[in-house]
């Protein structure tokens, strides 16, 4: 492909974009594909000549999107949003032409120094204190995992890389039942096993761990001679929105000298509002925490930041330097790489610095209270309809619910679900709540309107008492 042929596909593209966001509230949220569809229109080998963009694109068009969900679809109601808003696209786009590998100073400085002050803007957005430095990870997943490992080499007394795990007596991780299994295969991958993650009972209207039986644990794991290394709470746990009172689990960790690391992968973007921040007080607490501003803030993914309120134990544990990655003559700079498990780091603060900009903060602020304005109305539309009951209170935007005009009441949620998905005006997930089958409702798509969420209502119920 030569340079004007670029240029005219790269317009092309544009313009095809602009109409595919315009047009989307016609498109079923979800495609209806059979399994195997598009597997089957690709053909079984690969071309041994080049073909034209224009049939390479015609294919695009007829294999590919028919089998696209639509995250950005504004009736996007199910798991958590991935929003990517337009100015992010576009940085982006530069990114992707640009195409710099950043896991060094050296290997873009002005990647690394935006990333620094960005993450700096972002503390401030969301309401930590100074002192408080980030990275910008590709996924919450993997920051969890580092503050895992971080944990294990603080309590290993910094070995464990050297001498793996081999004759030390079981690490402990404490977390309750509600946060992500992405905490799980950190300790997994860590490990550290399974069974020493132990899942404290919870308590309270939001679900957090019960700080009595936390403490307890710890107690006796010592007595039996386990090595607690961390405790991992949550402000926003996936199902119904969990949230972990931090100044509880904090006075615990500092009474234990335990590593703290805080999952706020979705709430994270909420704390850019400072009357939801009563969600994670004791959050400054925390020596690590991870918030994804790809999901409700509205950069493009892949984009999660993790907080440190020292980065010098993650790099003791993830750096490592030969020759051919040092940088001579630059005293002080930061090589992002030692701070996440991947060496290759994509240049992701330019998303946000031109989403921040572009909205400004009060602009992000406005959408996101919307959305749990909305949220809250539709949970108290259906509280007042006599065949749907709330199973779990709005936290944020996001709330459960049942319906209870069928018999065998988790059988028939599930069957509307599946129902109101295979209809496409909206889209919804279900999760377990308390044992029961429930259906998880979220806001947060960046488009979203109200008439967006009032759609939602005459679809759910509609959809129900339709049910045979
Ligand atoms: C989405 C989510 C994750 C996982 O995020 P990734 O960036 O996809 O790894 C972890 N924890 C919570 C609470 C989440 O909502």
Avoid at 34 to 43: E, I, V
Avoid at 425 to 443: C, N, P
């Amino acid at each position: 492909m030569d340079w004007s042929e670029f240029e005219d596909w790269g317009k092309k593209i544009a313009e095809w974009a602009a109409e595919y966001h315009q047009s989307l509230r016609d498109r079923p949220v979800r495609p209806d594909v059979a399994p195997g569809t598009t597997f089957a229109a690709l053909p079984a080998c690969p071309p041994e000549t080049g073909e034209a963009m224009t049939d390479i694109m015609t294919d695009f068009h007829q294999i590919v999107m028919p089998g696209i969900t639509h995250w950005q679809h504004p009736r996007f109601f199910a798991y958590f949003p991935a929003n990517a808003a337009p100015p992010s696209m576009l940085a982006e786009f530069l990114v992707t032409v640009i195409a710099p590998q950043c896991m060094l100073w050296q290997t873009s400085p002005s990647a690394t120094e935006m990333e620094e002050r960005i993450c700096d803007w972002m503390r401030q957005s969301i309401g930590l204190p100074d002192g408080f430095t980030g990275a910008i990870q590709d996924s919450a997943s993997s920051a969890t995992l580092a503050a895992v490992l971080v944990m294990r080499e603080r309590a290993l007394n910094w070995q464990g890389k050297e001498r793996g795990l081999f004759g030390a007596a079981p690490l402990r991780i404490y977390s309750s039942a509600e946060v992500h299994t992405s905490i799980d295969r950190a300790v997994w991958f860590s490990g550290i096993g399974q069974d020493n993650l132990v899942r404290i009972p919870t308590t309270g209207p939001t679900r957090g761990m019960d700080p009595a039986a936390l403490e307890a644990a710890i107690v006796s794991d010592k007595a039996a001679g386990l090595v607690p290394a961390g405790i991992i709470g949550c402000t926003g746990g996936t199902s119904n929105g969990a949230c972990d009172d931090l100044n509880a689990l904090a006075d615990i960790a500092e009474r234990h000298d335990l590593y703290l690391h805080i999952d706020a992968a979705w709430a994270g973007s909420a704390m850019i509002c400072p009357e939801f921040r009563t969600l994670w007080a004791g959050a400054e607490r925390a020596d690590s925490i991870v918030f994804n501003p790809h999901k409700w803030l509205g950069a493009q993914f892949d984009c999660s930041i993790q907080f440190l309120r020292n980065p010098d134990s993650l790099i003791k544990t993830l750096a490592i330097r030969p020759e051919f990655l040092l940088t001579h003559n630059r005293d002080g700079v930061t090589n992002f790489s030692e701070w996440s498990i991947p060496l290759g780091r994509r240049f992701r603060a330019l998303k946000l610095w031109f989403l921040l900009r572009s909205y400004g903060l009060e602009g992000l602020r406005t959408r996101l209270r919307n959305h749990v304005r909305w949220s809250h109305a539709l949970c108290e539309r259906l509280r007042a309809e006599s065949d749907f009951e709330i199973t779990s209170e709005p936290i944020l935007s996001l709330f459960t619910f049942r319906y209870t005009g069928a018999t065998d009441a988790d059988a028939a949620n599930q069957r509307l679900v599946d129902a109101i998905n295979e209809d496409g005006r909206i889209y919804l997930t279900q999760t377990l709540f308390e044992g029961q089958k429930v259906i998880r409702f979220q806001a947060g798509q960046f488009d979203c309107t109200e008439e967006d969420i009032n759609m939602a209502f005459e679809v759910i119920t509609q959809i129900a008492r339709d049910m045979p």
